[in-house]
């Protein structure tokens, strides 16, 4: 066993804590929702190891833990409450077969360091922590991956308990003040915590209230009446830092808004923003979230429209899956969710503004009725103010009336911004084919779309190359299958012609694009700075990088497909290359019907070389891809409709905050459940087209195939000539599809 222990003399204010009797206490912490969690593979089990199964270290088996894989970090919210920390750590025994799995736990409380396990192999027996915790308000546990890499490093924290002390006797406070919208009303307490509401016909106590993880409350509230009902609460917190909050509550037409305000005076600095709600009594019997699955699992397709019991979960925002594809189940797709009683037919939402500047984000559920939004990496200090925006809205016991409201109070992230987008729903096709096709037939099976295949640019990022006229050729990139008899050059004109053609049988071609990566096969190299002036430094993609956008890519650069590196859109001149790629699209290609921008999942990173105003991460200041994504949007977006064009986006990360005048998806990975269901959530409004990888994605019920799709809007692939890594034409996937080409067609156009 190893044990270490710290002592501190925190005292914090317990924001969350119902009335509970003054005993030792002993939590698993499988029942308290971490404010946020991060892994580089899968995502966080709650009483299973990562893959599902049960936790297994050596040759025991646990009931109780959390099962994750390195590299990952747990952060739990302690307020100060518990004396000790147990648990047993190991790699899970799942992993004997392989023998690999190599890991390194670590246990940090308020930033320090309080024991770490050594380097664990996946022989090895479970290793005992037990940690002295007193006054400790954040607690971080830390999974590495053993310095060689994370293949099989499944890492479980196996009866993680928090035991001893006495847990703080606390009498919910009353709620002195009221505040009222049409549908629904709270009462707020003298210290602005939100402690009893009435939705509609749903009814409770609960404790609401937003606060700065490890920090404390210092004195009293001050309120102040708002003219129209509203209500400020201004107080002051302390911890490793000190910033005012202020909780306004103002009532709209249709809920009740509350806007957070966070002002520091201190150097910059940044603790997890959480925004927590808990019923009091009774607790809803159901919940509702825009999920990937409503289980939060990744074996099997599970309907996402769905209520479920309140239970233990983490769901972060976009995506659970830390390789960035959507694969897995856990993921919110939307800031939201709903608590319902559906006896009543009523419900309570809580729908965080995707206006906002949103970082990390993740929504953790609890059995006792929890619901904590936590927002981390943002900077305080420096006197500037960060608003973050919330509606608590009545409505009825489903999906229907969330996704309603928010698509009426946000229509610019849920409507297409060039409503032609509407005319190209139906099945699409990824293939570089320019040959005619049999146009009938593929009316017949709602086929609308090509997207089309990546490989006649020369190189990722430069999609046109700076050709002199629409009839000079370029050597293709060549990278994917070539149909047969496709020359490897090409031209605008020669690929206009085949748009020109598609457009005159009713179909419509999505060029290639790309805002994230750049180059093919990069090594890097010192360039000399004389070649910036030099036409040609476009054909050898490290010199134009480091001579026309020397800060665009990321440093060290990281590598992706093709060998290209990821790239900064928001970097000045990075965002100037895009927009001439964009000029040369709108000019030489007019009768393409737009673009569709793949790999948004390089957006989770930071560019350390950047400066956003708002990102703190590893100490330092940094720009967020996600405010770079924005920055370019607001000029990409416009410059492509005045030219009638669309922008479709095959968006490995799935958040409805990034499709603010987006015009569909085209998903990549939708013949996975979680992908599907996300890409059908955030396209209620909008044209989903869906990856249909091979035909035996169709088998051994093609009914169910289809009726998922139709369930949830979303158009699969159709079997076109020469799709790339996914399905093509045969007997059997042409006859499912000319059979079910008239339901998918009654489909187009829905809201």
Not at 567 to 596: F, K, M, N, W
Not at 615 to 642: C, F, I, N, Q, T
Not at 684 to 704: C, Q, Y
């Amino acid at each position: 066993m190893f044990v270490c222990s710290h002592r501190w003399a925190v005292g914090l204010v317990v924001l969350f804590c119902l009335a509970c009797a003054a005993d030792p206490v002993h939590v698993w912490l499988s029942d308290l929702p971490p404010l946020s969690a991060r892994q580089d593979w899968g995502a966080l089990r709650i009483d299973l190891d990562v893959n599902g199964a049960p936790l297994r270290i050596g040759d025991r088996a646990y009931q109780h833990g959390l099962g994750t894989h390195a590299r990952g970090e747990l952060v739990y919210d302690l307020a100060g409450e518990y004396e000790r920390f147990t648990a047993a750590v190991g790699v899970d025994a799942s992993m004997i077969p392989y023998g690999k799995g190599s890991v390194e736990f670590i246990v940090y409380g308020d930033g320090r360091e309080l024991c770490r396990s050594g380097g664990m192999k996946v022989t090895d027996a479970a290793r005992e922590v037990d940690v002295a915790v007193r006054g400790v308000g954040e607690l971080r546990l830390v999974t590495t991956d053993g310095g060689d890499g994370i293949e099989c490093d499944h890492a479980d924290w196996a009866d993680a308990a928090l035991t001893g002390g006495a847990a703080p006797v606390a009498t919910p406070k009353p709620g002195r003040f009221g505040v009222r919208a049409p549908g629904i009303s709270i009462r707020v307490t003298e210290d602005g915590e939100v402690a009893a509401v009435q939705a509609g016909r749903l009814a409770a106590a609960l404790r609401a209230a937003t606060r700065l993880s490890g920090c404390r409350q210092v004195g009293r509230a001050a309120v102040e009446r708002l003219a129209g009902g509203g209500l400020r609460f201004t107080r002051r917190m302390a911890g490793k830092g000190d910033c005012t909050v202020e909780d306004t509550f103002r009532p709209g037409k249709d809920s009740l808004h509350w806007e957070i305000a966070l002002t520091s005076p201190d150097p910059p600095w940044t603790m997890a923003v959480v925004t927590g709600l808990r019923f009091a009594g009774p607790v809803p019997p159901a919940m509702w979230a825009p999920w990937a699955d409503p289980e939060g699992r990744s074996d099997g397709w599970r309907d996402p429209l769905v209520l479920r019991p309140f239970g233990n979960g983490v769901w972060p925002y976009g995506n659970g899956d830390g390789g960035g594809v959507p694969l897995v189940g856990n993921s919110l797709v939307m800031p939201m969710a709903l608590a319902a009683d559906p006896e009543q037919d009523a419900g309570l939402g809580v729908v965080l503004s995707p206006a906002d500047p949103l970082l990390d984000l993740s929504l953790a559920t609890s059995a006792a009725g929890g619901l904590t939004f936590t927002r981390t990496r943002y900077r305080l200090g420096g006197g500037k103010t960060l608003r973050l925006n919330l509606d608590l809205v009545p409505t009825a016991a489903d999906w229907r009336g969330l996704l309603g409201w928010a698509a009426a109070h946000y229509p610019a992230y849920f409507d297409p911004a060039n409503p032609a987008a509407d005319d190209m729903a139906g099945c699409g096709a990824y293939s570089g084919n320019e040959d005619p096709i049999d146009v009938a037939k593929f009316k017949r099976m709602a086929f609308r779309t090509n997207w089309k295949l990546s490989d006649d640019f020369p190189y990722m990022g430069m999609f046109i190359p700076p050709v002199k006229s629409a009839d000079e050729h370029w050597t293709r990139s060549c990278d994917e299958p070539r149909p047969p008899g496709k020359p490897d050059w090409t031209s605008c004109r020669r690929l206009n012609d085949y748009a020109r053609w598609m457009r005159s049988q009713g179909f419509y071609v999505l060029d290639y694009f790309n805002v994230t990566e750049f180059g093919k096969n990069l090594r890097d190299k010192d360039v000399p700075a004389t070649l910036a002036p030099d036409p040609e430094v476009w054909k050898d993609g490290v010199a134009y990088l480091k001579t026309r956008t020397p800060h665009g890519y990321l440093q060290p650069p990281v590598g992706t497909c093709y060998g290209a590196w990821v790239v900064d859109p928001g970097d000045p001149d990075y965002r100037a290359h895009i927009l001439e790629q964009a000029r040369r699209h709108i000019a030489l290609l007019p009768d393409t019907s737009g673009i569709c921008i793949d790999r948004l999942d390089w957006l989770r990173w930071y560019n350390p070389a950047g400066d956003d105003g708002l990102s703190w991460v590893d100490g330092k200041p940094a720009r967020s891809l996600y405010r770079s994504w924005h920055l370019l949007m607001a000029e990409l977006g416009p410059l492509m409709h005045r030219a009638g064009k669309v922008i479709f986006v095959n968006n490995h990360v799935k958040r409805l905050d990034l499709l603010a005048g987006m015009d569909g998806i085209y998903c990549e990975f939708a013949q996975y459940p979680a992908a599907l269901n996300s890409t059908g959530l955030l396209c209620i409004r909008r044209p989903a087209l869906g990856w249909t990888a091979w035909e035996g994605d169709l088998k051994p019920d093609p009914d169910a195939f289809f009726q998922r799709h139709l369930h949830l809007g979303v158009y699969p692939t159709a079997p076109y000539p020469n799709n790339n890594h996914c399905i093509g034409p045969s007997p059997f996937a042409d006859e499912q599809y000319l059979a079910y080409g008239p339901l998918l067609d009654a489909m187009r156009g829905k809201k």
